[in-house]
Structure formats: structure tokens, C-alpha cells
Nanobody
Framework: QVQLVESGGDLVQPGGSLRLSCAAS????????LDWYRQAPGKQRELVAT???????DYADSVKGRFTISRNNAENTAYLQMTSLKPEDTAVYYC?????????????WGQGTQVTVSI
């Protein structure tokens, strides 16, 4: 059974930092890669950052230079280091991975972790 478990969300002041974790079981993140998404109230879920199986990374323009995605293969855990946080970063953050089996794509999501940026 595949599980993705996020942690690390919190209330933080503008300009602060947080590190989110996504612990995976049942899949190998070194094989699947991993994405971080976020969803703010009343808005659609948006892709924030990606790390591919090869280790390359990509970011939404809104977080470039402030967020860093990384992966620890030995721990099968991915991270999202967030710095210079802004109120508009407030959202529930989800990790996502997918696998392809016999040409079918299977998507896996964590339960989400709340990040609130406020005075």
C-alpha cells in the first residue's frame, strides 16, 4: 500500500521559514519523483515544485528563489524548504507521486499539511 505522509506545516510570520517533509512508503521516490502542490482557500490546487527521478528540479515562478525541493533516497523522504514566506504562501501543501503500470497512471497524494503565514 502506497502512503505519502506530510509534516512540518505551521503558523509562521512573514519572512519566516519552514521545512515540509513527505515520507513515502510503498513506492521509491528515487523512481517516481515527487511534486509539491498547494491549495489556498477558494483557489485551485497549484503545482509548486517538482523533483524528477533523475534529481532535476523545477518551480512555480511565484516561489523561485525562495523554495527548494530535495529528496533523501536513503530515507525515501522529500522535503520542501520554504524561506522568505509571504502571506500569499498560506495554503494546504500536498505531496504527490505517480507511477505508470501497464500504461496506466496511478496518482498518490498525501493528506496535506497547513502552512499559515500571518502576523
Amino acid at each position: 500500500q502506497v502512503q505519502l505522509v506530510e509534516s512540518g506545516g505551521d503558523l509562521v510570520q512573514p519572512g519566516g521559514s519552514l521545512r515540509l517533509s513527505c515520507a513515502a512508503s510503498g513506492i521509491m521516490l528515487s523512481v517516481t519523483g515527487l511534486d509539491w502542490y498547494r491549495q489556498a482557500p477558494g483557489k485551485q490546487r497549484e503545482l509548486v515544485a517538482t523533483v524528477t527521478r533523475a534529481g532535476s528540479t523545477d518551480y512555480a515562478d511565484s516561489v523561485k528563489g525562495r523554495f527548494t525541493i530535495s529528496r533523501n533516497n536513503a530515507e525515501n523522504t522529500a522535503y520542501l524548504q520554504m524561506t522568505s514566506l509571504k502571506p500569499e504562501d498560506t495554503a494546504v501543501y500536498y505531496c504527490h507521486a505517480s507511477t505508470i503500470v501497464l500504461s496506466r497512471t496511478f496518482d498518490y497524494w498525501g493528506q496535506g499539511t497547513q502552512v499559515t503565514v500571518s502576523i
